[in-house]
């Protein structure tokens, strides 16, 4: 299985700040067609998890644009340009690239 | 409205069976593969599997963790997606989500319901 790890666990960040979020796969999430299945998920405390990014850097329907996504192979990275209130909660990066699916362990975004 | 909504869950003993309903709502359900996700009580996320679309012949996918005592089916007429689970264990406990796969090449889950919770205990 391809293991998903996120740093870091917490993020202390300061509104209006920038939050910069890590994960790394355990081997290369490259599919046989090319693309990397690499997307991120934003859950609020009390809610299902929330499509941000897919294929590393595409920002899914009504995502604002200060959520962006980077990397290649086996890093990647999920940046925030201004945090605002509306974005705490936990993060996730998963890989659909490969079976089974993998989630890393989530990264907790909390305003200092 | 686009949504999942899940039911079914509830307090079951160990090594007893539940199953678990999603039913799609506006959006073309029998186009999708659709997954199961599960979130134990203060964790992350757990993948438990996928049912493909008729095109695909309705064939799944499982976790190692699951395999061999869950099952995954759908009704396109009525969109609902099930998940059959025997043998439950303790460490089956989650809130279990329902989710949508995007369109081909996407690998992605953009849609989710809010989830119910399958508590197994005696």
């Known amino acids: 299985d391809i293991v998903m790890t996120q740093t870091p666990l917490s993020s202390p960040v300061t509104l209006g700040q920038p939050a910069s979020l890590s994960c790394r796969s355990s081997?290369?999430?490259?599919?046989?067609?090319?693309?990397?299945?690499l997307s991120w998920l934003h859950q609020r405390p009390g809610q299902p998890p929330r499509l941000l990014i897919y294929?590393?850097?595409n920002r899914f329907s009504g995502v604002p644009d200060r959520f962006s996504g980077s990397g290649a192979g086996t890093d990647f990275t999920l940046k925030i340009s201004r945090v605002e209130s509306e974005d705490v909660g936990v993060y996730y990066c998963?890989?659909?690239?490969?079976?089974?699916?993998?989630f890393g362990q989530g990264t907790k975004l909390e305003i200092k | 409205e686009v949504q999942l909504v899940e039911s079914g869950g509830g307090l079951v003993q160990p090594g007893g069976s539940l199953r678990l309903s999603c039913v799609a709502s506006?959006?073309?359900?029998?186009?999708?593969?659709m997954d199961w996700v599960r979130q134990a009580p203060g964790k992350g996320l757990e993948w438990v599997g996928r049912?493909?679309?008729?095109?695909?012949?309705?064939?799944?996918e499982f976790a190692a963790s699951v395999k061999g005592r869950f099952t995954t089916s759908r009704d396109d007429s009525t969109n609902s997606l099930y998940l059959q689970m025997n043998g439950l264990k303790p460490e089956d406990t989650a809130v279990y989500f329902c989710?949508?796969?995007?369109?081909?090449?996407?690998?992605?889950?953009?849609?989710w319901g809010r989830g119910t919770l399958v508590t197994v205990a005696s």
């Open positions: 989710a949508r796969k995007g369109g081909p090449r996407t690998g992605y889950l953009d849609l």
């Open positions: 506006g959006f073309t359900f029998s186009d999708h593969y």
């Open positions: 049912t493909r679309n008729k095109a695909n012949s309705y064939t799944t």
């Open positions: 081997q290369s999430l490259v599919h046989s067609d090319g693309n990397t299945y």
């Open positions: 294929k590393i850097s």
């Open positions: 998963m890989q659909g690239s490969q079976f089974p699916l993998t």
